[in-house]
């Protein structure tokens, strides 16, 4: 039976990727950000950095509706996260980030009590294109069922996820953290580069259980997260979907460590030059991006 694979979760300053890419731009903007008594050091880096790429927008491209909100601060408990909203009457960015031009710079301080956090970003940006495809996309937990969808892991949690789209396209999942961008599917014995899919199919990924008729359960690989910290890690998961067919690029295996097998992997500095690459020849690319956290077990 094949090896069920291991992740390790590092640290991750956030980028955000939304949607098809057109004429590109560089757009940069600094945001000072002041935290809820709630919010974590790093929930407070992650909300300036993403306030800081709606600013940047903002400056070069506007809004759908002047004077009109694009986001919102969702609080779930004691944990907060940031939603892109499109409300009668608010509307939305007129813009959409592509890719980080250089990792954004977070520095922080304490004023009264509260985190405050300045965020400087820099990044490649176009106007909102309507060419692209809505899907669902769901990570879970544990269990390779919609219902366990969770941003929240504890190392040792499985992982899996849950796709459909409404056309039949090609799908590619990466994971992000600071340093690297891990290839969790096209699947490590997949030899052709891509994955396809089919319209209205609910697919169960990462889990040899729930292979689709075809499939050699053999051939997929299963992924359990585990964490080297003693504090929570941020990274994000990115979805890529189109309804044309396209690869992934060129990527290696890093050596296992301590019974600790990789996925496929490349740098995040050459993830971001071939996401943007592949947007601006694929104007009908989606990009979704999931932040999970992982905590440290106990």
Same mark, same amino acid.
């Given at each position: 039976m094949q090896s069920r694979y291991f992740i390790i979760f590092l640290s991750l300053i956030c980028c955000h990727i939304t949607a098809g890419a057109q004429t590109r731009? #560089? @757009?940069e903007a600094t945001y000072t950000y002041v935290a809820s008594q709630r919010e974590s050091l790093e929930d407070a880096k992650r909300n300036a950095v993403h306030y800081a790429k709606i600013e940047a927008l903002r400056k070069e491209f506007g809004t759908l509706i002047s004077d009109a909100s694009a986001s919102t601060i969702v609080q779930k408990g004691n944990? #907060? %996260?940031e939603k892109f909203v499109s409300m009668s009457g608010e509307g939305e960015l007129n813009g959409e980030w592509i890719g980080d031009k250089e990792p954004p710079k977070v520095e922080t301080r304490l004023d009264g009590g509260k985190i405050v956090a300045i965020a400087t970003v820099k990044g490649y940006a176009t106007e909102i294109s309507n060419n692209t495809i809505d899907y669902v996309a769901k990570v879970l937990r544990n269990q390779p069922s919609p219902e366990y969808e969770s941003e929240e892991f504890v190392a &040792?949690? *499985?992982?899996y996820v849950?796709? %459909?789209?409404p056309i039949d396209g090609y799908l590619a999942i990466y994971l992000l953290d600071s340093d690297n961008a891990y290839c969790l599917l096209p699947y490590r014995a997949n030899k052709d580069g891509f994955f396809k899919v089919t319209h209205q199919k609910e697919y169960i990924l990462f889990s040899q259980s729930k292979h689709a008729p075809g499939e050699n359960p053999q051939e997929i690989d299963e992924y359990t997260v585990t964490s080297d910290k003693e504090m929570s890690d941020f990274n994000q998961i990115y979805f890529i979907f189109s309804p044309n067919m396209f690869r992934k690029p060129v990527d290696f295996t890093k050596p296992v460590?301590? &019974?600790i097998v990789y996925p496929r992997m490349m740098s995040w500095e050459n993830f971001q030059e071939w996401i943007i690459k592949a947007r601006k020849r *694929?104007? $009908?690319?989606s990009v979704k991006v999931k932040n999970i $956290? @992982?905590?440290?077990?106990n």
């Open positions: 731009k #560089t @757009v944990k #907060t %996260t &040792g949690n *499985d992982i849950s796709f %459909t789209a460590e301590e &019974g *694929d104007k $009908e690319m $956290e @992982v905590k440290p077990m």
